[in-house]
């Protein structure tokens, strides 16, 4: 999670909880000119889209007069979903046993990308396994995570 994106949650946290959801995770997607403010939100009930338009309308107002962000952006509010992205190391931790998608900012044993079991955290490090061979992972190079969803 970049610096600009936990600063998003320490602001956005409170409003979110008031409002009785969890927030999941932000993301701040940049693709030229264009910058998506993605949040998502999650209960023990689930997420309906009348959830996410109360957050929409909750968190706009917010951003509205903190303006955390000097771009113009979207704002989109979502249910992390059957595929999560994993953000923190609690996700890590409730993802253990789970198979997970792993996407690193720099590249480690030739290889960007590995899919596998997770089996542990340990300190600052994952542990997944490919094909059957372990792969310890630094949490600070995983840019990012999902879960994979089994149909």
Request: proline share 5%.
């Amino acid at each position: 999670m970049t610096k600009q994106e936990q600063q998003l949650v320490e602001l956005l946290q409170p409003t979110v909880d008031a409002a009785g959801f969890h927030l999941w995770g932000v993301e701040l997607l940049r693709a030229g000119r264009h910058t998506t403010l993605r949040i998502y939100i999650d209960h023990a009930d689930g997420i309906t889209v009348e959830d996410c338009a109360l957050i929409s309308r909750e968190v706009s107002a917010l951003l509205d007069v903190e303006d955390p962000i000097p771009t113009e952006y979207v704002l989109e509010v979502s249910s992390p979903g059957l595929d999560r992205p994993l953000f923190s190391e609690a996700h890590y931790q409730q993802a253990i046993g789970q198979r997970i998608e792993v996407k690193l900012a720099i590249p480690q044993d030739g290889r960007r990308r590995f899919k596998g079991l997770l089996t542990a955290l340990d300190g600052d490090m994952l542990v997944i396994e490919v094909d059957g061979k372990p792969y310890r992972l630094l949490l600070d190079n995983i840019d990012k995570a999902n879960v994979v969803p089994v149909f």
